[in-house]
């Protein structure tokens, strides 16, 4: 799966070859992702050519300070030839929805993505509404821009599986990327770029129940709670990531190593994981903060302290 998807994917991106394994890792683990980078890195083109990918819906939403919670879920509209009201369902009703900068939503709207988000089902005119089996978010941020902004609260991001930081091409990928254009690449045309199925939403839903036959041996299942719990005693952080985070981790490995053609999680599985999975969650302590540290930069401290089982 991992390498038919990822040779469809590259027919439109050029390079991010970690971001995309994280993003397809989050698929098949049936988490939700945070991208981050600044504007033109491809974040949004990632997710549309994921997406046709695994032959998966698609559906995007600029999020702007005047969206409402309607504009996510929908609503009932008159119908004239039955003249009774229908719903008119949103884009949520979709199998990837892409949240494009996420935090420029006001808290109103983010909690109506959010619900969604953690049930899998809308609250929409009285109903209970179920959404596919395979719903998953990709939002993005931009992290240099905070004007019109609403920064996602703690309880929030603690619901993205990962965050993925989405940087600069290399410079040969630029290359790469000036010359595609230059012969005629359209990021619009992902047909016409040749991205095609690789597997199918039955594929990516099979693999997510393939999750439970992988095999976690006791120590590295040990190996996961230490590492939540080492965040939670470092003095240089000042709130250390919930169980919520162990879960996601274990499933998160489960996943990376379904991908990697494994049917048991390694150690190595869990150390490449940790930062995407715990950084979202985790906040500095003041001295931290004023000493310039990052919370990429304090992780890494804390995972060299918690020794790898054998």
């Known amino acids: 799966m991992r390498e038919g998807v990822l040779t469809e994917v590259r027919k439109a991106v050029v390079g991010q070859d970690e971001p995309l394994e994280l993003m397809l890792c989050g698929l098949v683990a049936g988490g939700h992702i945070l991208l ?126 990962l965050k993925i930081d989405v ?31 690789a597997v199918t939403k039955d594929d990516l839903l099979q693999a997510r129940a393939a999750l439970s036959q992988i095999n976690v041996e006791q120590p590295v299942l040990g190996y996961i709670r230490k590492l939540v719990a080492a965040t939670r005693s470092s003095p240089n952080i000042r709130l250390g990531a919930g169980p919520r985070a162990g879960v996601h981790l274990l499933l998160a490995s489960k996943a990376l190593a379904v991908l990697r053609g494994r049917d048991f999680v390694t150690p190595d599985d869990v150390r490449f994981l940790v930062g995407p999975v715990l950084r979202h969650r985790l906040l500095l302590s003041p001295d931290a903060e004023l000493d310039g540290a990052t919370p990429a930069d304090v992780l890494r401290e804390v995972v060299q302290g918690v020794e790898v089982p054998r």
């Open 36 to 161: 981050e980078g600044v504007p033109g890195v491809a974040k949004t083109l990632m997710a549309k050519a994921l997406s046709r990918s695994v032959g998966a819906d698609f559906k995007r939403i600029q999020f702007t300070p005047d969206l409402m919670p309607a504009d996510i879920l929908g609503t009932s509209v008159f119908d004239l030839k039955s003249q009774a009201f229908v719903l008119a369902r949103g884009p949520i009703f979709t199998d990837l929805l892409l949240a494009d900068e996420i935090n420029r939503a006001p808290a109103k709207t983010q909690s109506a993505l959010l619900e969604a988000m953690q049930e899998r089902a809308v609250s929409l005119e009285g109903r209970n509404l179920q959404l596919s089996p395979m719903f998953t978010v990709f939002a993005t941020q931009n992290p240099v821009e905070s004007e019109g902004t609403y920064p996602l609260p703690e309880a929030q991001l603690d619901r993205f599986l």
């Open 167 to 197: 940087g600069y091409p290399a410079p040969e990928e630029e290359d790469a990327i000036l010359e595609s254009v230059h012969r005629g690449f359209d990021a619009g045309d992902l047909a016409r770029a040749g991205v095609n199925a």
